[in-house]
């Protein structure tokens, strides 16, 4: 594997609504910046999207993230989102993330989601093997 994992950015520019009365962005909206992430993640470097594995009998379910703050993010900043996979069982795949500040690279939140394979009746069950060998792939995992 390569120094630096296969990744997708996504740039966004910080929305009011994103933000507390003093123009910082509320914590919880980095988990949505997160899944943005993700799913580009998904879409450019597994040439699926996030519809077509749902459509494949299984849902991907976030059981477990974690987030360190280091800065702010301000109204109107441009904020950029790396996103990278870490690990892939499975039944499940897990992401590592940096939001960053788009103009200067200043880390502001670095975080990991662990997403669980989840079947038809809510349960834990085995990612479809076409699913699963693509993010081996994208991990350098073949096996």
Known sequence: MSETPPHASVH???RYGETDRMGVVYHANYLVWCEMGRTELIR???GISYAEIEASGVLLAVTDASLRYRAAARYDE?????????EVRSRGVEFDYEIVRADSGERL??????????GGEMRPTRLPENVLRRFQALLGDEG
Do not use: F, K, N
């Open 12 to 14: 966004l520019r910080v």
């Open 44 to 46: 450019e470097r597994l």
């Open 78 to 86: 441009e904020i950029r989102v790396d996103t990278w996979l870490s």
């Open 109 to 118: 939140v670095s975080a990991r989601t662990r997403l669980t394979s989840l």
